[in-house]
């Protein structure tokens, strides 16, 4: 297996990134969390199950916090 980055346009300076099956989210260097990919378990926490084909910004009360 190899892996293969991506740039992810529309994102701010990130300072990490965690994946799942899939989704992705990624931490900017503010600690905004930005999150894509399927969501039909809201796990974009987002406080939706929409699928996002581009990253959307987290809020912290969509996200349950």
Not at 10 to 38: D, M
Request: with cysteine.
């Amino acid at each position: 297996d190899h892996l293969l980055f991506t740039l992810v346009k529309g994102l701010p300076p990130i300072a990490g990134v965690s994946t799942g099956a899939q989704h992705t989210c990624a931490l900017s260097n503010t600690a905004q969390a930005w999150c894509w990919g399927q969501n039909f378990a809201s796990q974009l926490g987002d406080g939706t199950a929409t699928r996002r084909a581009k990253p959307a910004a987290v809020s912290a009360e969509a996200a349950g916090d």
